[in-house]
């Protein structure tokens, strides 16, 4: 909920659903719009990961592309819980 109140600085320029096979979310930020990161949060039913893509400075003109963040959307995978040595 608190997301959706407070989005960060780089949603100004879109807010877009994301998912990669049991993983869904969203992306803040367009990267065609260059802004300085993207903030990508994918969600489970256990728990969730976020993590950002800075733009600034990034090589590519046209910023982070179609391909680059299929790749590390495809890469994020659950693992299991580690056990805890008694």
């Known amino acids: 909920m ?3 109140i407070a989005p960060a600085k ?3 320029s879109g807010i877009f659903n994301l998912q990669n096979g049991s993983l869904r979310g969203f992306q803040q930020g ?3 719009a260059r802004p300085d990161q993207l903030l990508v949060t994918l969600y489970w039913d256990e728990g969730n ?3 950002t893509l800075w733009q600034k400075g990034y090589r ?3 910023g982070v ?3 680059e ?3 590390i959307l495809q890469s994020v995978r659950k693992v299991g819980t580690p056990e805890v040595a008694a």
């Open 49 to 51: 990961v976020e993590f």
């Open 60 to 62: 590519n003109p046209a």
């Open 65 to 67: 592309t179609q391909p």
């Open 30 to 32: 367009s990267p065609g």
């Open 69 to 71: 963040r299929n790749r």
């Open 10 to 12: 780089a949603a100004e």
């Open 2 to 4: 608190l997301k959706s």
